[in-house]
Each structure stands twice: as C-alpha cells, then as structure tokens.
C-alpha cells in the first residue's frame, strides 16, 4: 500500500529570511496538530495494534515514517527562514510552546484510533491550506503543497480503513 502521493518533494528552499513565516511554520512541525504529533500518534497507534491488527500497524508505522519526511523539510525551511528548528510552536500572541506528548490521543479503541487520525489529517491539511495562503514564499507554498498531498493520502487510507471496521 502506497502511504504518500508518488511525486518526488521539492529542494527545501526560502526567497528570504522571515522569522514570522518560520514561526508559521513552526505550528505544522511542533503544534499540536503538526508532523512531531503525527509521528509520535502512529507510532504508538502501530505498537498498541501489533498483535491485534498486524496490517494496520505496518501502515502506521508507514505513514509514521512519511511524517518523518515531512518533519525533516519543515525543519529545514525553518531553519532556513531564520530559526533554530527545536520542537516549538509559536501562538498567534508569539508564546513560544514546547511540543508535549499530552498532544497524543492515546486511545486503544481501533474505530476511536483511526477516527483520530482522520481528525487529525483533516484538521492538519486545512492548517496546511491555512498557512500556505498566508505565507508570500513561492519555495514554501510549493512544499507546502506536496505535503498536502501525501496528508491527502492518509486521510484516505484512514477513512478506508475505518470503513471496513464498519463491516
């Protein structure tokens, strides 16, 4: 099962420094809704489904790993656009947060689990969408716009598999 969009990701690049963009950024790499959560949910969802549900913790633990990918671009970019890339967010008042594992659901309900993940899928495009509209950086919008499509993918692959524990 292909757990991202097959298209190649672009060279992690910024027009300019911008800390503000980078504090953007910084929500999708350490919010709670961002990569370092996705990470750490599907890794504990795929532990806890191991024995039970072997398939779909090999899928987790899949889509864990492209989440990791898209951890590592954002890093760059906010590396780039002029912050270290710690796991902090950045609120809308400039509180910097440290990324906390309270962010995890750590439900052991498989429904409930992949329920989760299609809210957190979901709510993670649209903060993807959000922010991509926000920032003026051609580089960034366009890798902006590939991570959408592999979260676009997962949503899928979760909502696929929700429905057939619905049969």
Do not use: C
Request: aromatic share 8%.
């Amino acid at each position: 099962m292909n757990n991202a969009y097959n298209k190649q990701y672009p060279v992690v690049r910024v027009e300019k420094e911008n800390i503000e963009y980078a504090k953007i950024l910084s929500l999708d790499y350490a919010g709670d809704i961002s990569e370092d959560s996705a990470i750490h949910l599907y890794t504990y969802q795929a532990l806890i489904l191991e024995k039970t549900h072997p398939e779909i913790s090999k899928t987790l633990k899949h889509i864990a790993i492209t989440e990791m990918k898209h951890l590592e671009l954002l890093g760059k970019a906010i590396h780039l656009l002029g912050l270290p890339p710690k796991y902090v967010s950045y609120t809308s008042d400039n509180i910097k947060r440290y990324w906390t594992s309270s962010f995890v659901n750590y439900t052991t309900s498989l429904k409930n689990m992949l329920k989760q993940d299609i809210k957190s899928e979901s709510m993670a495009i649209e903060n993807y969408r959000k922010h991509r509209e926000t920032i003026n950086d051609a580089y960034i919008k366009q890798l902006l716009t590939r991570i959408i499509e592999d979260e676009q993918v997962h949503l899928s692959i979760f909502q696929r598999l929700l429905d057939q524990q619905k049969n």
